[in-house]
């Protein structure tokens, strides 16, 4: 796999820890970002390999010195950030490594880092993305519909992404975004040449 920057986002609930975890196990060389948060830790999610879960000061701090690539308040409430240093390092070694992160992030990262390749991953619907946020039982009702809002918002965004994945099945997700990530045979056009400036492309 080339070394290439790759940013999966997408709506809340619509899959894109499991397909990233996917890749990670088809793919053990590709360099899977571990986020920041202030969010505390769900049951079994582990600091440091899940996240850094870290208090807001701490955060803060992180992010006065220069230490986040992107960071965002994610659905009104806790903060999310890339560490700078281990994507940089990816990068420097050709490794591929891949971000997943919410829309904000994804925006920020174009700005600083545009020969990145921006996926989208959507869910086959609405109703089956609900299914899904109420399925996972992790949130409360408040919560719910705040991840809610924030879908309807980022779900908008589409266009603004190199590549669109829908996730029906997870197993069909990987395999599309590994055979991206792999790249076309020499000599064909790559999401990487994508002109978002060329309404034609
Ligand atoms: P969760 O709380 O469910 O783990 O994640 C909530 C949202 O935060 C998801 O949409 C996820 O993509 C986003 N997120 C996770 N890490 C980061 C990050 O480092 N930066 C940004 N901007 N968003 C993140």
Redesign the pocket.
């Known amino acids: 796999m080339p070394g290439r920057l790759f940013v999966l ?4 609930a619509v899959g ?2 499991t397909v990233a975890a996917g890749i990670r196990e088809q793919h053990p060389e590709v360099y899977l ?1 571990v ?3 202030t ?1 505390p830790p ?1 049951p079994g999610e582990v600091d440091g390999v ?2 850094h879960f870290v208090s807001v000061e701490e955060f803060d701090r992180l992010v006065e010195q220069g230490q986040m690539l ?3 308040v ?2 009104g409430v ?1 903060r ?3 560490p700078r240093g281990p994507v940089q390092q990816a990068v420097d070694d050709d490794r591929p490594a891949l ?4 829309l ?3 925006r ?1 990262v174009r700005e600083t880092m545009p020969e990145a390749v921006f996926v989208f991953l959507k869910p086959p619907s609405w109703e089956e993305l609900v299914r899904r946020l109420v399925g996972r039982g992790t949130e409360t009702e408040e919560e719910r519909e705040r991840r809610l809002d924030t879908a309807r918002r980022e779900l908008a965004a589409e266009s603004e992404f190199d590549v669109t994945i829908v996730n029906r099945e997870v197993p069909q997700a990987v395999a599309e975004l590994v055979a991206l990530m792999v790249g076309p045979p020499d000599g064909e056009a790559s999401p990487h040449d994508f002109d978002p400036t060329n309404s034609e492309a």
């Open positions: 986002a997408g709506p809340t894109k820890g970002s986020s920041a948060t969010r769900r899940h996240y992107e960071w965002a994610v659905h806790h999310y950030g890339t971000l997943e992160i919410d904000q992030g994804a920020q």
